[in-house]
């Protein structure tokens, strides 16, 4: 795959453009958008950008990140707090994501998402109330490993890391991690699955694959 250099500012405009040219696969009134890409890629900053972008548009958006939707300590540490395997299929609360996040967002649905559910810190529901997404309006989802789970997205993007821009760009207190995202790469090939690639190994000078 040919990867064309872009700044974020113009990827972002790109992404915004397509996003008011794509329909919602199931017909429904709300467009679904996956920023995939661990947190050293930073998926949330991207998210937040084209969120934005939007908005100057005129459309409404809501904006959620799957670390809002962990599961319980008491389940994501059952085998350890640094178990790469657990991370990768046990740490997200997927099925609450579903129910919760597109679950509004399908067809006849109410539009009224939930922006996030569990608090890592407090291990408590966090409580938030549920947010209207006007029709027409557009969800981002951003964390990682989000396209390895069927989740009904209209546009994905996936934020590529090397392995060893990832390594140098993971906090060492989370390098126990890595391993996850190489199963991932592995196990779904995210790079391949998305519908946009971008490569962030320099967080200055990204690079992508472009829209058709």
């Given at each position: 795959m040919r990867l064309e250099a872009i700044t974020w500012e113009r990827l972002t405009e790109h992404l915004a453009e397509q996003a008011l040219?794509?329909?919602a696969g199931d017909g429904g009134p709300w467009l679904r958008i996956g920023v995939d890409g661990a947190p050293a890629a930073r998926p949330g900053e991207l998210a937040a950008r084209v969120a934005e972008a939007l908005r100057v548009r005129g459309r409404g958006v809501v904006v959620v990140g799957a670390g809002g939707f962990l599961r319980p300590a008491?389940?994501?540490?059952?085998?350890?707090?640094?178990?790469?395997?657990t991370y990768y299929s046990g740490w997200f609360d997927?099925?609450?994501l579903w129910r919760e996040v597109f679950g509004p967002l399908e067809a006849g649905g109410s539009g009224r998402v939930?922006?996030?559910?569990?608090d890592p810190v407090t291990d408590r529901a966090t409580r938030s109330p549920r947010v209207e997404l006007p029709a027409g309006g557009v969800l981002l989802?951003?964390?990682p490993f989000l396209l390895g789970?069927?989740?009904?997205?209209?546009?994905?993007?996936h934020l590529r890391l090397s392995p060893g821009a990832l390594e140098r760009r993971t906090d060492e207190s989370e390098r126990w991690t890595l391993p996850?995202?190489?199963?991932?790469?592995e196990e779904v090939g995210p790079g391949d699955a998305a519908d946009v690639?971008?490569?962030a190994d320099d967080p200055r000078h990204p690079a992508w694959s472009g829209i058709g």
């Open positions: 040219r794509t329909t008491s389940l994501r540490f059952e085998y350890g707090r640094e178990d790469p395997d997927t099925g609450a939930l922006p996030d559910l569990w989802l951003h964390g789970h069927w989740f009904p997205f209209d546009l994905t993007v996850a995202y190489a199963r991932y790469e690639l971008v490569r």
